[in-house]
C-alpha cells in the first residue's frame, strides 16, 4: 500500500469532522446545555418576575396635626390609589421614627393650619411631603405618584365647588403626555427584551470562553494544529455548533418573552432572526477571542466574568441610561454589543420595524462581530509561539 | 539483553516504496538550525546549530536528557514553531514556507495526545479521518486495520476517558495514522506507558514501517528502545552530540562493561561501594550483578568475595559516557553520590511491619480497581508495585495513603488506617504524585516552604531543612524561580525535597521517574538507597523495569490482582523457561501479564 | 493547628498575587469598575433629546421652550413643523419626548383659559420615560407658578413643599455607589475563594495538600482567610475612593461598616466555599459563580427596589446576602444608621454566614470520599 501524497481531502469533509466533534462534546457535557437553555429560563423567570421599576403600594405616613373634612378627603384619595398603603400615624415623630427604621418610604404630613389657610385667597396651604431619599429613583417617583394624588384630589375640590374658572387660575398650562409604545409604563415591557440582550451576552461568552482555553490545556490542539486543518476551519468548527446552541436559546428566551411576560412583539420575526443570529455571533466570537488571548481556562474564566455581565447590566442602557453618562464613558458604552440589540429589541418588540433605527445598530453589530472573529483569526495561528 | 524485537527485524526496512522514492531519498534534511525562547538576556537557546538528515524509510531515534531540545526540534518539524535561523526541508517541502503541505503528509504525535476524552475511540478516529481527509470509501477497511493494529476493535464505544494509558497512547497513533503518513513524527510515545503496551506500540511502529515504507523519527526516554532504531540521534543542550547507528556507539566499548556479583549483602550496596571508586564511570543494578562502566584503559578493580564478568556494551553505557564527557554543569552534580540526608536513624524497637494490607479491596460503581490485595512492607524496604497501565496500582497508592477509603479489607500504614486517622498520622509519610503536583507559580522556595510548615516545622528547625533541601538537591540556583518554569529533572527533585522535608518514615512515590532521563534517574536512585539504608520504609511505582530491579521486594499486579510477588530475583525465575534460561525482569513482567492469553515467551 | 492554616494562606496569597496576570485581575477590574460604573449608574437623566413642535411661536410658549432647554434635563435636538414628522423622531429614537405647543396657547393663557401643552414620549424605556415625565411635570409646575406670581393671578389652593432626608437632591449617584461597593466586593471574593479549590484539582496538587497533617477544617479556614483580608482591604480600598473622589456622604460608624463587612464577608466567603467544594472542574466553578452572582446582583435591591418585586421574589431574596448587605451599606453612607438600627440585617448575614461555611465544610469532607 503506498501513501496518497499529500493527504489532505475537502475543506466541508474536515468542518464537517470539526463541527461534528463540538457538537459531540456539548451532548456529552450537561454543562453546556444548561448554559444554552436552563441558564435562560432560570434568570428570564427571576429577573421578569423580580424585576419591576414600577413600585406599588409604597408604605405611606399620614399625619394630620388637626385632622378634619379636608385632611380626611386628601388621605381617601391616597388610599383609593393603588400605588400606595398609607398607615396613619398619631403624631410626626411617630411617622419620622417609621421613616428612619425603614417601615415606611415617605410622610405627608397635613399643618394644623391647613384647612384654615386653604380657605384663604391670599395664601397657599403647604401640605409637607417628607421622602426618604435614599434610593434616589424611588424617591422621585414616590414623590410624582403622591403630587399626583394630591392634583387629583385638588381638581376634585375645584370642582365640586363649582369654581371652573379657577382651575385655570390654579393651573394656567396643564400637561397632557402621552406615552407610545408602552402607555401603561410597564417596566416589564421594557426590562424583558433588555433582559435577553443580557443573559444573551453571558451565554454567549460562557459558551465559548472556555473551549479554546480547555483544547490548549488538554493539549488537544497541538494534535489538530498538525493536521492539515485551516485555521477558518477551526474557527467555523467552534462556532457553528455553539451558535446552533445559543439560538436555541435565543428563541427559548423570546418565546418567554412574548408567551410567559405577555411582551408585546410587533417587529417581523425575520428582523429577529437576523439581529439576533448577529449578536450571537459577536457574544460567541467574544468568548472565543478571550478563550484565544488566554490559553488558560482560569484566567480566560476571570476575563469572561469581568467583561461580560457587568458591563452588559450597566453599560448596555438596560437600566441606566447612556445619554446621562460622561462622554468619554458613552464612547466606551459603543464597545458593548449588548447596547445595539438592547435598542434593536426594544424597538422590534414595542415599537416595530423602524428601519432609521434597525440598521445602524444591525451595521454596528456586523462590524463587531466580523472584528471579534478577525481578531480571533489574527490571534490563533497555528503555531506553539 | 532486552528482547525486545530484534535488530535485523528493522534493517531489512531500508527498501522505500516507489512513491516515496520520487522525493529523493533524504525524508527529512535540517540545516543550521536555531530556536530560542524567551527574551534576552534571560533567553535559552533550545535548538542550536542543529544540522541532520534522515533518509527515507529508516526509523531515526532522537534521544537525549531532559531539555535537550527534542520536543522543540520535533514542533519545529511539524511547523507548529518558527525557526530563529537555518532551514528545514521536510519531504522535500520547505516547512517555514509550505507549513500546510508539509502537515498534509506527516503525521505527529505530540508527546501527550490530546485525544477528546468525552468521544469515543470510533468518533476520535472519524475525527482524524476527517481532518485528513481520508476518502469515505477507504474508510472501513482502514479502521478495521488500525483498530487490529492497535488490539482496540473491542472498545470502539467506549470513551477515549476511560482507557488506560497505553491504550490511550495507541489510540493517539492509530489518530495519527488514519491517513498514511509519509513521515511519522512520534514525540516520546512510550513515556508512562507499561512494558507490554510499549512492546505492541514498537510492534505497530515496526510493521508501518515494513509494510507502509513510512520513514519513522522518535524521541524516547527508554535507551532500550535506541537499539531498535536504524539510526540515532543524540542531542544534549539543543546540540548533536552525534549521529550513527547504535552498533556504532557502543563498538568503542568493547571490554570496558563489566558485571559484579558478591555472594552476600544487598546488590545496591555493592553499586554504591563501585560508584565511589575511581576509573568507574557507572554502576548500576542488571539484574544478579551490578553493571560497571570502566574509564578507558582501566582493569575492573579488586572485588573482595565477589566476582567479575564481562558483559556486552549497550547503547546506555554510550549516552553515559557521551554525557559524562560534557562540561554540562546541569547535569554533572547530580552523578556525584549524594551526601546522606541527615535523617534520624529510626529507633529499632518499632513494629518491623510498617506496611500491612490485608483482602483489600475498591470499587467504582460495578468496576472492581482492586481486588482483594494482601501484601506487607518491612521497615527500611524499598517496595515496588508494578503492573500496566489500569492495573490498580494507582488506587491502591491512594488508599494506602488516605485519599481514598478502602470498600474492603484492612490496611494500616505506621500502625493505622490514613484515611480515618488523625490528621497527625499522615505527618510520618511523605507523598509524591505521579505529575509532580507542585504550585507552578509560586517559587522553589515558596514550595519547599509551603509543604515543609504544612508540616509543623518551624523556626530553626525550618530554615535547618530548607538549607538542606535547597544544597541536596542542587536547587539554590532555582531557589526564586516558578516552579513551572523548571526543567523536568528539577521539577521531579524538587517534589522529592518537598515530600522529604518532615523526614517521614514511609515514602510513597508514584511513577517518580517518568519521563526523567538517564542521568538524573541515576541520582534519583543513589537517594532512594541511601534513605533506605537509614531506616525509611520505600514504596514505589514504576514502568521501568530496570528500576524494579533496585526494589528490596515487589508484586506485580494486573486488572486489581497480584500476579507475583517476591525478590526481583524470585519473580524472575517464575518467567524462567528453556528457550529463555535467564530472563530479564522486563521478560518476567510480560510473560506474567500476558499469561492467561499467550502462553509464556509471547513476545520473544 | 494555627501554623499550619497560616502556611495555607500564606501559600494561597502568594499564589494569588505572584502571578502578575492574576494580581492584576485581582486589583486592576475592581477599580475601573468603580470609576466606570458610578458613572454609569445614574438614574438622573440628563440631555434627554427633545424635538420641539411650537405651533404658537409667542412670547409665552418661547419662554415655555426655553424652560426646557435651560434645565439642564433636556436637550433641543430638532424643531418640527409638521404633524407628521412626530412619529419620524420619535420611532427613530431622533427625540426621547415630543412637546407639543397649540397654535391658542398664548392667547388662552392670556384670557386665563385653561391650556394644555402636550407632550409625547418614547416608552420603550419605561424608566427613562417616567423619569423625563416627572421632569417635565415639575418644569410646567415651575412655569405656572412663575406665570401666577407675575400676573397677580390668586394664588394655588394649597402647595407641595417636599424636603428628601439623607439626600436632600436625589442626587441617585448617592444611593448607586454603595451598592457598587458590595458588587465589587462580592465579585472579588467569589472570584478569589470559589476558583482556588478546582484550580488544585485541575493541577493535581489538592492530594498533594490532603496528604499533609492538614485536616479538611484547615484547608477551608487556609482558603477563606485569602479572601477575607482581600475583600477587607479591596472593600476599603473602594470605600476610601468613593468618598473622597465621588463626594459621597459617609454618615454612619466605622465600626459598624466594618462589622457589617466582616460578617457580609463570612457569608460570601461560605457560598465561594460551597461552589469550590462541589466543582469538579474550573469551569464548574466559573459557571457556579455566574449562577449565583447574577441573580445575587439583581435581587439585591441594587438597581431595583426589593419592594416592587412579587412577593415569592421578596421572599427569594432573604437568603441573599447581598440584600442585608446594601442596606447596610446605604444605612452607614447615607443614613448614619447606628449599630442598633442595622441590627436586623446583622443577624441575617452571620446566619447565612454559619450555615454556608458549615455546608462547605460537610461538602469539602464529603466529596473527598
Same mark, same amino acid.
Given at each position: 500500500m503506498s501513501p496518497p501524497t499529500p493527504r489532505r481531502g475537502s475543506s466541508w469533509m474536515r468542518m464537517g469532522g470539526?463541527?461534528?466533534?463540538?457538537?459531540?462534546?456539548?451532548?456529552?457535557?450537561?454543562?453546556?446545555?444548561?448554559?444554552?437553555?436552563?441558564?435562560?429560563?432560570?434568570?428570564?423567570?427571576?429577573?421578569?418576575?423580580?424585576?419591576?421599576?414600577?413600585?406599588?403600594?409604597?408604605?405611606?405616613?399620614?399625619?394630620?396635626?388637626?385632622?378634619?373634612?379636608?385632611?380626611?378627603?386628601?388621605?381617601?384619595?391616597?388610599?383609593?390609589?393603588?400605588?400606595?398603603?398609607?398607615?396613619?400615624?398619631?403624631?410626626?415623630?411617630?411617622?419620622?421614627?417609621?421613616?428612619?427604621?425603614r417601615q415606611v418610604d415617605a410622610i405627608v404630613h397635613v399643618p394644623s393650619d391647613f384647612s384654615a389657610q386653604l380657605h384663604t385667597a391670599s395664601q397657599s396651604a403647604p401640605l409637607q411631603l417628607i421622602i426618604n431619599g435614599v434610593d434616589a429613583n424611588q424617591a422621585r417617583l414616590t414623590q410624582a405618584y403622591i403630587q399626583a394624588g394630591w392634583q387629583s384630589w385638588l381638581a376634585a375640590r375645584t370642582q365640586a365647588a363649582g369654581l371652573e374658572h379657577s382651575a385655570a387660575a390654579a393651573q394656567p398650562v396643564a400637561l397632557a403626555a402621552r406615552i407610545w409604545f408602552n402607555p401603561e409604563l410597564r417596566s416589564r415591557d421594557y426590562?424583558?427584551?433588555?433582559?435577553?440582550?443580557?443573559?444573551?451576552?453571558?451565554?454567549?461568552?460562557?459558551?465559548?470562553?472556555?473551549?479554546?482555553?480547555?483544547?490548549?490545556?488538554?493539549?488537544?490542539?497541538?494534535?489538530?494544529?498538525?493536521?492539515?486543518?485551516?485555521?477558518?476551519?477551526?474557527?467555523?468548527?467552534?462556532?457553528?455548533?455553539?451558535?446552533?446552541?445559543?439560538?436555541?436559546?435565543?428563541?427559548?428566551?423570546?418565546?418567554?418573552?412574548?408567551?410567559?411576560?405577555?411582551?408585546?412583539?410587533?417587529?417581523?420575526?425575520?428582523?429577529?432572526?437576523?439581529?439576533?443570529?448577529?449578536f450571537l455571533l459577536t457574544a460567541l466570537g467574544m468568548g472565543l477571542f478571550i478563550s484565544?488571548?488566554?490559553?488558560?481556562?482560569?484566567?480566560?474564566?476571570?476575563?469572561?466574568?469581568?467583561?461580560?455581565?457587568?458591563?452588559?447590566?450597566?453599560?448596555?442602557?438596560?437600566?441606566?441610561?447612556?445619554?446621562?453618562?460622561?462622554?468619554?464613558?458613552?464612547?466606551?458604552?459603543?464597545?458593548?454589543?449588548?447596547?445595539?440589540?438592547?435598542?434593536?429589541?426594544?424597538?422590534?418588540?414595542?415599537?416595530?420595524?423602524?428601519?432609521?433605527?434597525?440598521?445602524?445598530?444591525?451595521?454596528?453589530?456586523?462590524?463587531?462581530?466580523?472584528?471579534?472573529?478577525?481578531?480571533?483569526?489574527?490571534?490563533?495561528?497555528?503555531s506553539l509561539e | 539483553m532486552p528482547s525486545l524485537l530484534l535488530k535485523n527485524d528493522t534493517q531489512a526496512l531500508g527498501t522505500q516504496g516507489p512513491e516515496t522514492q520520487a522525493l529523493g531519498t533524504q525524508a527529512l534534511v535540517i540545516q543550521g538550525l536555531y530556536k530560542s525562547f524567551g527574551k534576552a538576556p534571560r533567553s535559552t537557546q533550545a535548538v542550536n546549530n542543529v544540522s541532520f538528515c534522515v533518509p527515507m524509510g529508516a526509523i531515526v531515534g532522537l534521544i537525549g536528557p531532559d531539555g535537550a531540545g527534542k520536543t522543540t526540534l520535533m514542533r519545529l518539524m511539524a511547523g507548529l514553531l518558527t525557526p530563529d535561523a537555518g532551514s528545514l526541508q521536510v519531504l522535500g517541502v520547505d516547512v517555514q514556507k509550505d507549513p500546510l503541505t508539509v502537515q498534509a503528509s506527516i503525521g505527529y504525535m505530540p508527546q501527550h495526545f490530546g485525544l477528546y476524552e468525552d468521544l469515543t475511540v470510533q468518533e476520535n478516529l472519524t475525527l482524524y479521518a476527517d481532518l485528513q481527509g481520508l476518502p469515505f470509501n477507504q474508510r472501513?477497511?482502514?479502521?478495521?486495520?488500525?483498530?487490529?493494529?492497535?488490539?482496540?476493535?473491542?472498545?470502539?464505544?467506549?470513551?477515549?476517558?476511560?482507557?488506560?494509558?497505553?491504550?490511550?497512547q495507541k489510540l493517539g497513533l492509530a489518530c495519527t495514522l488514519v491517513r498514511p503518513p509519509n513521515l511519522l513524527l512520534l514525540d516520546e510515545p512510550t513515556v508512562g506507558v507499561d512494558p507490554v503496551s510499549r512492546r505492541e506500540l514498537w510492534a505497530i511502529v515496526i510493521q508501518l514501517v515494513q509494510e507502509e515504507g513510512m520513514t519513522v523519527l522518535l524521541s524516547t526516554a527508554y535507551l532500550d528502545e535506541a537499539e531498535h532504531c536504524d539510526e540515532v540521534i543524540l542531542l544534549h543542550e539543543g546540540q548533536i552530540l552525534g549521529q550513527d547507528t547504535p552498533a556504532a556507539f557502543t563498538q568503542h566499548l568493547a571490554g570496558r562493561v563489566w558485571g559484579a556479583k558478591r555472594?552476600?549483602?544487598?546488590?545496591?550496596?555493592?553499586?554504591?561501594?563501585?560508584?565511589?571508586?575511581?576509573?568507574?564511570?557507572?554502576?548500576?543494578?542488571?539484574?544478579?550483578?551490578?553493571?560497571?562502566?570502566?574509564?578507558?584503559?582501566?582493569?575492573?578493580?579488586?572485588?573482595?568475595d565477589g566476582v567479575w564478568q564481562p558483559l556486552p556494551p549497550r547503547f546506555e553505557d554510550a549516552f553515559v559516557l557521551m554525557l559524562h564527557s560534557q562540561p554540562a554543569p546541569q547535569t554533572a552534580p547530580a552523578l556525584a553520590p549524594p551526601a546522606s540526608p541527615p535523617i534520624e536513624p529510626t529507633p529499632r524497637e518499632r513494629p518491623a511491619e510498617v506496611i500491612a494490607v490485608h483482602g483489600l479491596t475498591r470499587r467504582f460503581g460495578a468496576f472492581i480497581a482492586v481486588n482483594a490485595i494482601s501484601f506487607s512492607v518491612q521497615r527500611g524496604e524499598i517496595f515496588g508495585l508494578l503492573g500496566a497501565n489500569g492495573a490498580g496500582k494507582s488506587t491502591t497508592f491512594r488508599m494506602l495513603c488516605g485519599l481514598l477509603p478502602a470498600s474492603g479489607g484492612a490496611l494500616s500504614v505506621a500502625g493505622v488506617d490514613l484515611f480515618t486517622a488523625a490528621a497527625k498520622a499522615r505527618a510520618r509519610i511523605g507523598y509524591m504524585s505521579q505529575k509532580y503536583a507542585l504550585y507552578e507559580v509560586l517559587s522553589v522556595l515558596q514550595n519547599l516552604k509551603f509543604f515543609a510548615r504544612a508540616y509543623g516545622l518551624k523556626g530553626a528547625h525550618l530554615s535547618q531543612r530548607l538549607a538542606w533541601a535547597l544544597a541536596e538537591f542542587d536547587l539554590d540556583q532555582y531557589r526564586d524561580t516558578n516552579s513551572g518554569l523548571l526543567p523536568l529533572g528539577f521539577k521531579q527533585r524538587l517534589a522529592m525535597a518537598c515530600a522529604l522535608m518532615h523526614e517521614p518514615d514511609i515514602l510513597f512515590l508514584d511513577e517518580p521517574t517518568s519521563g526523567v532521563d538517564p542521568i538524573e534517574r541515576r541520582a534519583f536512585w543513589a537517594r532512594i538507597n541511601g534513605l533506605a539504608d537509614l531506616g525509611?520504609?520505600?514504596m514505589i511505582t514504576t514502568h521501568f523495569m530496570d528500576e524494579a530491579e533496585y526494589c528490596d521486594r515487589l508484586v506485580i499486579m494486573s486488572q486489581g490482582r497480584i500476579l507475583a510477588a517476591g525478590t526481583p530475583a524470585v519473580i524472575r525465575a517464575q518467567a524462567q523457561t528453556e528457550a529463555a534460561p535467564n530472563p530479564s525482569m522486563e521478560d518476567a513482567f510480560i510473560t506474567l501479564i500476558t499469561a492467561p492469553t499467550q502462553p509464556a515467551g509471547a513476545g520473544a | 493547628?494555627?501554623?499550619?492554616?497560616?502556611?495555607?494562606?500564606?501559600?494561597?496569597?502568594?499564589?494569588?498575587?505572584?502571578? $502578575?496576570?492574576?494580581?492584576?485581575?485581582?486589583?486592576?477590574?475592581?477599580?475601573?469598575?468603580?470609576?466606570?460604573?458610578?458613572?454609569?449608574?445614574?438614574?438622573?437623566?440628563?440631555?434627554?433629546?427633545?424635538?420641539?413642535?411650537?405651533?404658537?411661536?409667542?412670547?409665552?410658549?418661547?419662554?415655555?421652550?426655553?424652560?426646557?432647554?435651560?434645565?439642564?434635563?433636556?436637550?433641543?435636538?430638532?424643531?418640527?413643523?409638521?404633524?407628521?414628522?412626530?412619529?419620524?423622531?420619535?420611532?427613530?429614537?431622533?427625540?426621547?419626548?415630543?412637546?407639543?405647543?397649540?397654535?391658542?396657547?398664548?392667547?388662552? =393663557?392670556?384670557?386665563?383659559?385653561?391650556?394644555?401643552?402636550?407632550?409625547?414620549?418614547?416608552?420603550?424605556?419605561?424608566?427613562?420615560?417616567?423619569?423625563?415625565?416627572?421632569?417635565?411635570?415639575?418644569?410646567?409646575?415651575?412655569?405656572?407658578?412663575?406665570?401666577?406670581?407675575?400676573?397677580? =393671578?390668586?394664588?394655588?389652593?394649597?402647595?407641595?413643599?417636599?424636603?428628601?432626608?439623607?439626600?436632600?437632591? =436625589?442626587?441617585?449617584?448617592?444611593?448607586?455607589?454603595?451598592?457598587?461597593?458590595?458588587?465589587?466586593?462580592?465579585?472579588?471574593?467569589?472570584?478569589?475563594?470559589?476558583?482556588?479549590?478546582?484550580?488544585?484539582?485541575?493541577?493535581?496538587?489538592?492530594?498533594?495538600?490532603?496528604?499533609?497533617?492538614?485536616?479538611?477544617?484547615?484547608?477551608?479556614?487556609?482558603?477563606?482567610? $485569602?479572601?477575607?483580608?482581600?475583600?477587607?482591604?479591596?472593600?476599603?480600598?473602594?470605600?476610601?475612593l468613593a468618598v473622597n473622589a465621588f463626594a459621597v456622604p459617609f454618615e454612619g460608624h466605622v465600626l459598624t461598616l466594618y462589622i457589617g463587612m466582616g460578617l457580609f464577608l463570612l457569608s460570601a466567603i461560605g457560598i465561594g466555599l460551597m461552589i469550590s467544594a462541589l466543582a469538579a472542574t474550573l469551569q464548574q466553578a466559573v459557571l457556579g459563580v455566574f449562577l449565583f452572582l447574577v441573580p445575587a446582583i439583581i435581587l439585591s435591591g441594587f438597581a431595583t427596589p426589593i419592594a416592587n418585586m412579587p412577593p415569592f421574589v421578596q421572599d427569594l431574596t432573604l437568603i441573599n446576602p447581598m440584600r442585608y448587605f446594601m442596606i447596610i451599606l446605604r444605612g452607614i453612607f447615607l443614613e448614619g444608621s447606628s449599630f442598633q438600627s442595622l441590627q436586623n440585617q446583622f443577624w441575617p448575614l452571620a446566619i447565612i454566614g454559619l450555615v454556608t461555611l458549615a455546608a462547605a465544610g460537610w461538602l469539602f469532607r464529603h466529596r473527598m470520599n
Open positions: 470539526l463541527i461534528r466533534k463540538e457538537s459531540l462534546q456539548i451532548l456529552r457535557d450537561p454543562a453546556s446545555i444548561a448554559i444554552a437553555f436552563l441558564l435562560p429560563v432560570v434568570l428570564l423567570l427571576i429577573f421578569g418576575y423580580g424585576v419591576s421599576l414600577n413600585a406599588k403600594h409604597i408604605p405611606l405616613a399620614f399625619v394630620a396635626d388637626a385632622p378634619d373634612k379636608e385632611s380626611a378627603a386628601l388621605l381617601a384619595s391616597f388610599n383609593h390609589s393603588s400605588y400606595f398603603s398609607p398607615r396613619i400615624a398619631p403624631n410626626l415623630a411617630t411617622a419620622e421614627r417609621w421613616l428612619l427604621n426590562l424583558v427584551p433588555g433582559l435577553i440582550a443580557v443573559i444573551m451576552t453571558l451565554i454567549g461568552a460562557l459558551l465559548t470562553a472556555l473551549v479554546m482555553a480547555r483544547e490548549w490545556e488538554r493539549g488537544t490542539l497541538e494534535a489538530l494544529m498538525v493536521t492539515p486543518v485551516h485555521i477558518n476551519e477551526l474557527l467555523i468548527g467552534k462556532l457553528v455548533p455553539y451558535f446552533v446552541l445559543g439560538m436555541g436559546g435565543m428563541a427559548l428566551s423570546v418565546a418567554m418573552a412574548v408567551w410567559l411576560f405577555g411582551v408585546p412583539f410587533l417587529g417581523s420575526w425575520w428582523l429577529l432572526v437576523l439581529t439576533s443570529a448577529l484565544i488571548v488566554a490559553r488558560n481556562q482560569f484566567v480566560a474564566s476571570l476575563i469572561a466574568i469581568i467583561t461580560t455581565f457587568l458591563p452588559a447590566f450597566m453599560l448596555s442602557g438596560f437600566i441606566f441610561d447612556i445619554g446621562s453618562m460622561p462622554g468619554w464613558l458613552q464612547n466606551l458604552t459603543y464597545l458593548v454589543s449588548a447596547r445595539y440589540f438592547i435598542v434593536i429589541l426594544h424597538t422590534l418588540f414595542l415599537a416595530g420595524d423602524v428601519a432609521s433605527v434597525l440598521w445602524p445598530n444591525t451595521l454596528a453589530l456586523l462590524a463587531i462581530a466580523l472584528f471579534f472573529i478577525a481578531a480571533s483569526r489574527r490571534k490563533i495561528r497555528k | 472501513p477497511d482502514r479502521y478495521q486495520q488500525l483498530l487490529a493494529m492497535t488490539g482496540l476493535g473491542a472498545f470502539t464505544d467506549r470513551l477515549a476517558g476511560q482507557l488506560s494509558g497505553g491504550m490511550k555472594h552476600q549483602g544487598l546488590r545496591r550496596h555493592l553499586q554504591a561501594e563501585l560508584r565511589q571508586q575511581p576509573g568507574i564511570l557507572d554502576a548500576v543494578i542488571d539484574g544478579d550483578w551490578v553493571r560497571v562502566l570502566l574509564a578507558e584503559q582501566t582493569a575492573p578493580p579488586a572485588l573482595p525509611v520504609t520505600i | 493547628m494555627w501554623q499550619r492554616i497560616i502556611a495555607l494562606a500564606i501559600k494561597e496569597f502568594q499564589s494569588l498575587l505572584r502571578d $502578575p496576570k492574576s494580581r492584576f485581575v485581582i486589583v486592576g477590574p475592581p477599580l475601573i469598575q468603580l470609576l466606570v460604573f458610578t458613572f454609569a449608574a445614574t438614574f438622573d437623566l440628563s440631555n434627554i433629546p427633545i424635538a420641539i413642535y411650537n405651533q404658537d411661536g409667542g412670547q409665552a410658549a418661547q419662554a415655555l421652550v426655553a424652560r426646557f432647554e435651560g434645565s439642564g434635563h433636556f436637550k433641543n435636538v430638532a424643531t418640527i413643523h409638521r404633524e407628521s414628522d412626530i412619529a419620524r423622531v420619535i420611532d427613530s429614537r431622533e427625540a426621547l419626548m415630543v412637546l407639543t405647543i397649540g397654535p391658542r396657547f398664548e392667547a388662552d =393663557l392670556r384670557s386665563h383659559q385653561p391650556t394644555t401643552v402636550q407632550l409625547i414620549i418614547d416608552g420603550r424605556n419605561s424608566n427613562t420615560a417616567a423619569i423625563a415625565l416627572s421632569y417635565a411635570n415639575t418644569l410646567i409646575a415651575d412655569f405656572n407658578t412663575q406665570w401666577q406670581t407675575r400676573h397677580q =393671578l390668586r394664588a394655588p389652593p394649597s402647595v407641595i413643599v417636599t424636603r428628601a432626608w439623607f439626600n436632600p437632591n =436625589l442626587e441617585s449617584r448617592w444611593f448607586i455607589v454603595p451598592g457598587i461597593v458590595a458588587i465589587l466586593m462580592l465579585v472579588v471574593v467569589m472570584v478569589v475563594t470559589a476558583l482556588s479549590v478546582a484550580r488544585e484539582r485541575e493541577q493535581g496538587t489538592f492530594d498533594q495538600l490532603l496528604v499533609t497533617p492538614l485536616r479538611p477544617v484547615e484547608i477551608l479556614i487556609g482558603k477563606a482567610i $485569602p479572601g477575607f483580608v482581600i475583600g477587607l482591604l479591596e472593600g476599603s480600598m473602594i470605600i476610601l
